[in-house]
């Protein structure tokens, strides 16, 4: 994993997320579409404000195989980056006159899911929770015609996929290492977490993705694309692995009978 390419690219993006000059007029979107927008928004800035606690924890456990070489210090800029997105979120949250949240009950749950199985499977919701962002702060950007929410959102959505791309590189390095069995296994976990997530969130943020023009069913449909692309990617590389691996051993079975 070439994880020196994330450290650089973590610095880099949390410099200009820290930097960041936003649109200076105040917001002039009407009350009813203003209110529900800044409260959802306030969810996912609780969401990204997170320490990072449980994630290290995790790092500091796999920190010794040798294909994760530099993966604890990506861990801790990619978390840096993260609680950039929650100080983004937050001047937009002010900008739309809403309220930051301390507690919200969809988070909390997040936050019980990821301590329920084991480390591993803790990044997985993490994971989960990336692939949702993605589609919410697309829609974010496509859809609301404030400049500020449509600047972070712009940002945020690049930000994220590159977190997805970096999730992938991660992935591939552990699930390598699995059964095709247990491969399977975890994906099938990984696509039921996906859907529940998806769900709750479609329904809780339902009355913000209606001043956006958008179902909470769409919402869904567009979170269930996400996954496939993202999980389709996954295994594309995974069977690219494999081959490369049957190769090496049949040339290597071939030199070995020639040679004897
Ligand atoms: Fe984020
Ligand atoms: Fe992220």
Partial sequence: MSTQLWINRFQASTRLNHEMQLPAAPCALPHHIREPLARSIATFQLGESGGGTRLRRYTRSIATLENLRGYQRAVDLFVAEEQSHAALLARTVVHLRGTLLTKQWTNSIFRW?????????????????????????????????????????????????????????????????????????????????????????????????RTLDITPADFRARATRSWQSFQSRLERRLLEAEIQTRERYSRGVQASSSGG
Avoid: S
């Avoid at 899911?113 to 993490?126: A, H, W, Y």
């Avoid at 940002?155 to 991660?170: I, V």
């Fill in 113 to 209: 899911m990821r301590d329920l199985v084991n480390l591993e499977f803790n990044i997985q919701v993490l994971l989960t929770a990336e692939l949702i962002a993605e589609v919410y702060f697309g829609l974010l950007a496509l859809r609301c015609t404030d400049p500020v929410v449509q600047t972070v959102a712009r940002k945020l959505l690049r930000d994220e996929m590159g977190h997805l791309a970096f999730q992938r590189d991660f992935l591939f390095e552990r699930l390598k290492t699995l059964t095709p069995a247990t491969q399977c296994l975890w994906r099938w976990q990984f696509k039921a977490i996906h859907f529940a997530t998806a769900m709750v969130v479609a329904w809780d943020h339902r009355h913000c993705l």
